[in-house]
């Protein structure tokens, strides 16, 4: 059922249930990150930079606001949002089915082209 609606992450909690939820669960928890993380390091991206950049590819999004409580945090954030994303990394992820074929990932940068 979760994985019907788009769910991909299961947070299994090791330290609940004596270990029981992975192996119920199986490796996928472990494997998954990893997965991730290689896909992401062959596009040469940061998981910071793609995860402030996939929301914007949904239509209904215009804007994300992060919590922030620092200039540092502001620029940080800023900067993050203006590294461009290589489309091959959201095209990847869909072909491992780390995020689902029909959910649009934005692989611009800066603001989006519907705000003005």
Same mark, same amino acid.
């Given at each position: 059922m979760a994985r019907?609606? !788009?769910?991909?992450?299961?947070?299994?909690?090791?330290?609940l249930?004596?270990?029981?939820?992975?192996?119920?669960?199986?490796?996928a928890p472990i494997t998954r990150p990893r997965t991730i993380a290689d896909v992401r390091t062959a596009h040469g991206t940061a998981l910071p930079a793609a995860a402030t950049a996939f929301p914007y590819g949904r239509p209904s999004i215009i804007d994300v606001t992060l !919590?922030?409580?620092?200039?540092?945090?502001?620029?940080?954030?800023?900067e993050l949002r203006r590294r461009h994303i290589p489309e091959g990394l959201w095209d990847d992820l869909r072909a491992q089915e780390l995020i689902r074929s029909d959910v649009p990932a934005d692989s611009g940068h800066g603001r989006s082209s519907r705000c003005h």
């Open positions: 019907d609606a !788009g769910i991909r992450y299961y947070d299994t909690a090791p330290h249930g004596l270990g029981l939820s992975e192996k119920r669960r199986g490796a !919590g922030m409580r620092s200039p540092e945090q502001v620029a940080r954030y800023v």
